[in-house]
């Protein structure tokens, strides 16, 4: 049984529009992801969640809110959505030193 | 910053034969782990490795902190191996820092 996944798995928006794209995690996991992965790129680091109520920015935060309310959940946010946001969007939880990461199916994110 | 490459960028094989994807850093790393991203857009976990070897099937894959570098190595390719895999390393800290892939084509 998936450990993480994502909703929505598809979304279209509308360029000035707000995205909530939502994680869910049974790992138990402390620390949480949000990537991003577009074509000629890895997948970079956008926002980052230690526990419940902490957020952190990642290497690429700017245009995007995250939102961690509890242990299983992490929250994704664009408040103004742009073209520029047209992506796949990866969730995943860690734990573990060495550190490992699992991720989730991943949320395909069209601006038009 | 941390420096993560992959070689070749893409790679196409005919089925039944194999390859060895790499992945070079430039700083001691702890761990590394490999991804192939389907058809469907998913991220499949391959493997994790904090030393040494590990086999799964057709594939196998090397970690070696002191050079730098890990391998996926492929053997018998499939049509369903085809996709993109990354490598990712991670250090002391909670960061996974990832190459930009291999675009892998396995054909009839």
């Known amino acids: 049984e998936a450990a993480v996944t994502q909703s929505p798995r598809n979304k279209v928006a509308v360029t000035g529009g707000k995205v909530t794209l939502s994680c869910n995690q049974t790992n138990n996991h402390n620390n949480m992801y949000w990537y991003r992965q577009d074509t000629g790129h890895g997948l970079r680091l956008i926002h980052y969640?230690?526990?419940?109520?902490?957020?952190e920015k990642g290497d690429i935060p700017d245009g995007y809110k995250a939102s961690r309310p509890s242990q299983e959940n992490f929250s994704l946010i664009l408040e103004l959505a742009t073209p520029s946001q047209t992506s796949v969007y990866f969730c995943a939880s860690g734990e573990g030193q060495p550190y490992e990461q699992y991720f989730g199916p991943g949320t395909r994110l069209t601006v038009l | 910053g941390d420096q993560v490459e992959q070689s070749p960028s893409a790679l196409s094989l005919h089925e039944g034969t194999g390859s060895a994807l790499r992945c070079n850093f430039t700083t001691t790393m702890r761990a590394v782990q490999w991804f192939r991203k389907n058809s469907r857009g998913s991220l499949i976990n391959l493997f994790y490795l904090a030393s040494g070897t590990k086999e799964n099937g057709r594939l196998k894959s090397a970690f070696d902190s002191k050079e730098r570098y890990s391998t996926l190595h492929i053997r018998d390719a499939q049509l369903e191996d085809s996709g993109t895999y990354f490598c990712?390393?991670?250090?002391?800290?909670?960061?996974?820092?990832f190459g930009t892939g291999t675009s892998l084509l396995v054909d009839p």
């Open positions: 990712a390393v991670s250090n002391m800290g909670y960061k996974l820092t």
């Open positions: 969640s230690y526990g419940a109520g902490s957020t």
